[in-house]
Each structure stands twice: as structure tokens, then as C-alpha cells.
């Protein structure tokens, strides 16, 4: 079975910084792009970060340098750096690996707040 486990999440004050990781397991990276998305209570999911297999990577507007995306096949591990939070980037977090049948993880919360 395929399964994405995220964990990392939690509660940081504005400016902080958060280490979200995703690990796969029943399945390997391969060349597959990976991503972060996120979901605030009342908004859409969004995309926050891509990674291909070639380690090309994309960000959401709104991440404006603050965040950053890598990954490691022999750990079949993803991570999502976020430094200098903002409130506004408090939602819940989602891991995705893209293919042919596309695996998403359970999300994990995080919360920016004084």
C-alpha cells in the first residue's frame, strides 16, 4: 500500500520557522515530482511547493523566498523548509506525489500565531 506520512507540524509565533516532512513508503520517489499544498479553514487548497526528479522546483506566489522544498530518493523523504512565518500561513499541510495514480498524505497542521 502506498501511504505518504507527514509530520513536523505544530504551533510557532510569526517570524519562526517550521521543517515539515514527508516520508513514502510502499513506493519510491523515482522521477516523480512531489509537492506541497496547504488548506486554510474557508480557502481552497493551494499549491505551496513542486519538486521534479530533476530537483526543478516551483513555488507559490505567496511564498516569496521564505520556503523551500527538497528531496532525497535514498529517503524516499520530502521536506518543506518554512522561515519567517506569517499567520496568514497557518492551514493545514499536504504532501502529494504525482504519477500515474497520484498518492496524497493525511495533512498535518500547522499554526502561526502570537
Known amino acids: 500500500q502506498v501511504q505518504l506520512v507527514e509530520s513536523g507540524g505544530g504551533m510557532v509565533q510569526p517570524g519562526e520557522s517550521l521543517r515539515l516532512s514527508c516520508v513514502l513508503s510502499?513506493?519510491?520517489?523515482?522521477?516523480?515530482?512531489m509537492s506541497w499544498y496547504r488548506q486554510a479553514p474557508g480557502k481552497e487548497r493551494e499549491l505551496v511547493a513542486s519538486?521534479?526528479?530533476?530537483?526543478?522546483?516551483v513555488y507559490g506566489d505567496f511564498v516569496m523566498g521564505r520556503f523551500t522544498i527538497l528531496r532525497d530518493g535514498a529517503q524516499n523523504t520530502v521536506w518543506l523548509q518554512m522561515d519567517r512565518l506569517k499567520p496568514e500561513d497557518t492551514a493545514v499541510y499536504y504532501c502529494?506525489?504525482?504519477?500515474?495514480?497520484?498518492?496524497w498524505g493525511q495533512g498535518i497542521q500547522a499554526t502561526v500565531s502570537s
Open positions: 502529494k506525489k504525482w504519477g500515474l495514480q497520484s498518492t
Open positions: 510502499g513506493d519510491s520517489l523515482n522521477e516523480d515530482t
Open positions: 519538486i521534479t526528479g530533476r530537483g526543478t522546483t
